[in-house]
């Protein structure tokens, strides 16, 4: 349903998007995962025509966006990271606008228009405008207008930024019915987490550049079973690092250091409880000092550290 081709994408000197090439398949969740400023909404950007990229291309259902615009965007659906929704229009309104847009007429656009109301919730308040509604209430009628056209690609762009539990849980199921009704969704966040439940397959990005690739089984394989320690407290610079090289060569052998400063130590290793004796006591003979103690079982979260050593925080 959609295939990406060497995309490149500048913005001046600074490269946003770098080279990335994946596909994705009808009737899947594809999740685009990356930290504030990695280059997901250049990639939305460019995916639904809004951007020209720089080189590369975007296929849509077989059609090329910059060549054949058209008939790619008519299988399109987006909703974007800022909410696009008329204010002075009511929720039903807003939904008649966009199918009328794609071409939705009579029965069918007064239907289907009823039908996305009630799948996000917001049934009893049709006449309702926007701006009388909650954030969250906001997010899920930007979905539905998103989605109106039934699109058989959908783009959605952190869709659950600043929703509660409840309203999130709603774009899940949205989302869920989508795939079930056949359509590829494009799932872009930095929520590890939803990720892993909604995904059928991934792609971290980082500096624009694609960092991992695969389904959410085969990034899990690429963490083993290591855990991940995180060390808080005062550790001098290169002796803490020979201290840890030498748990190394004596023995932990599968020890990984991911980063180190002053005041962060973090590292991967097999049965991490049973060493933690023995690592603090390497890092106090080099008069290090060990405040807290933090220690996860790995998921995409922790690949994340691993591949690029830091956390991907909000
Ligand atoms: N119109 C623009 N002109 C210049 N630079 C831009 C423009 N839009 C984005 N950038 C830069 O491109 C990079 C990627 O931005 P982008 O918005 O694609 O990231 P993102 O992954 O969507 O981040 P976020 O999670 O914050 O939404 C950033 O360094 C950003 O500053
Ligand atoms: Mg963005």
Redesign the pocket.
């Known amino acids: 349903m959609l295939v990406i081709s060497n995309l490149l994408k500048q913005?001046?000197d600074?490269v946003?998007?770098d080279d990335i090439s994946l596909r994705a398949e009808k009737g899947t969740v594809f999740g685009l995962l990356?930290?504030?400023?990695?280059?997901?909404?250049?990639?939305?950007?460019c995916i639904s025509g809004l951007l020209r990229p720089t080189s590369g291309s975007v296929s849509v259902g077989g059609f090329d966006i910059v060549d054949d615009p058209t008939d790619a965007k008519k299988l399109l659906g987006v909703v974007p990271?800022e909410l696009a929704l008329y204010e002075d229009l009511s929720a039903i309104d807003n939904l008649r606008y966009w199918g009328k847009a794609y071409g939705m007429r009579g029965e069918d656009l007064a239907s289907r228009a009823k039908e996305v109301l009630g799948n996000i919730g917001l049934a009893d308040r049709s006449k309702d405008l926007p701006k009388t509604f909650s954030g969250g209430m906001k997010r899920r009628l930007n979905f539905a207008c998103g989605i109106m056209h039934r699109p058989h690609l959908i783009l959605l762009?952190?869709p659950t930024a600043g929703v509660d539990p409840q309203s999130r849980q709603r774009l899940f199921d949205m989302v869920e019915a989508e795939r079930r009704h056949g359509a590829c969704i494009l799932y872009?966040t930095?929520y590890m987490a939803e990720a892993e439940q909604l995904c059928d397959s991934l792609a971290i990005?980082d500096h624009?550049k694609l960092i991992a690739q695969g389904t959410v089984a085969e990034l899990r394989a690429k963490l083993g079973a290591r855990d991940v320690l995180q060390l808080s407290g005062a550790f001098p610079g290169d002796s803490s690092q020979q201290a840890i090289q030498k748990l190394v060569n004596n023995g932990l052998s599968d020890l990984e250091l991911i980063a180190q400063e002053e005041q962060n130590i973090t590292m991967t290793l097999s049965d991490a409880s049973q060493h933690l004796p023995a690592i603090f006591a390497a890092l106090a003979e080099v008069g290090g000092n060990v405040s807290e103690t933090s220690l996860r079982r790995p998921n995409l979260e922790t690949l994340f550290l691993l591949l690029t050593g830091k956390e991907l925080r909000e």
């Open positions: 913005y001046g600074l946003a998007v990356g930290p504030n400023g990695a280059g997901k909404s250049t990639m939305i950007n990271q762009d952190e872009t930095h990005i624009g």
